[in-house]
């Protein structure tokens, strides 16, 4: 059986009211891998020698390999539903509207990285029901470096659509 507590986390939701310009998160780290690298170069199939030749790659601006931008991307998506607000939200979030992103500085194998997630706007939505946050995100190096720079749009459920 479950203590109370537990069970009141297990049907707790966070909706478009609750989430405010202003609020702020901040996710836990993760190092970036050559595992991540070469995983990532499989799927996606871009193989780019800045990413998988080290001799290539050594005679760039960047003097090493550097992760793909997009594999940053994901590392950040990922860091963010780890938050435990996401976990409340996720019941009411309908999709991705948008998302805007500025690569700032390269990412290296063995550089640890977290997200800084804030909240910047509101919309109320076109549809019934439903309303659009606005989350700027950062994913910032161990040097305390903002690497890349996004916005996500999201569209999430209302708990009051008519209020």
Do not use: C
């Not at 390269?106 to 800084?116: E, K, R």
């Amino acid at each position: 059986m479950s203590p109370e507590w537990l069970k009141s986390l297990e049907t707790a939701s966070v909706t478009w009211e609750d989430l405010n310009p202003g609020d702020r998160f901040v996710t836990a780290g993760r190092t970036v891998t050559e595992a991540d690298i070469v995983n990532f170069a499989g799927l996606s199939a871009d193989y780019n020698q800045l990413h998988t030749d080290a001799e290539f790659a050594a005679q760039t601006p960047h003097g090493k390999r550097i992760a793909h931008g997009l594999l940053v991307l994901a590392i950040m998506s990922g860091l963010s539903t780890r938050l435990p607000m996401n976990k409340f939200m996720e019941k009411a979030i309908i999709g991705l509207a948008g998302l805007q992103a500025k690569w700032l500085r390269p990412v290296f194998i063995g550089d640890t990285l977290h997200v800084v997630a804030e909240v910047t706007g509101k919309e109320p939505g076109r549809k019934p029901g439903r309303g659009t946050v606005v989350f700027k995100r950062a994913a910032v190096n161990q040097k305390g470096e903002t690497v890349l720079e996004t916005e996500w749009r999201l569209v999430m459920a209302m708990r009051n659509p008519g209020a």
